[in-house]
């Protein structure tokens, strides 16, 4: 999946950048847990659909 369009995934799901990271960014769910997004132009789908599924588990409300 291209990492533009995950990030747009993940913030039409609540998630927020939060500060640069060395080889990553850190990203922030909705209840305010922190994870890291690889700056990859290209990122595995596997990978992909975990960080969505973590992100639709991790919303308030």
């Excluded at 990030?7 to 305010?32: P, T, V």
């Excluded at 922190?34 to 991790?58: C, G, T, V, W, Y």
Aim: net charge positive; charged share 35%.
């Amino acid at each position: 999946m291209k990492r533009l369009l995950l990030a747009q995934k993940l913030r039409a799901l609540g998630c927020s950048f939060y500060r640069q990271g060395g080889d990553h960014e850190i990203w922030g769910y909705e209840n305010g847990r922190k994870f890291p997004f690889p700056r990859h132009a290209d990122i595995d789908e596997r990978l992909a659909k975990s960080m969505i599924n973590k992100a639709r588990k991790n919303r308030r409300g």
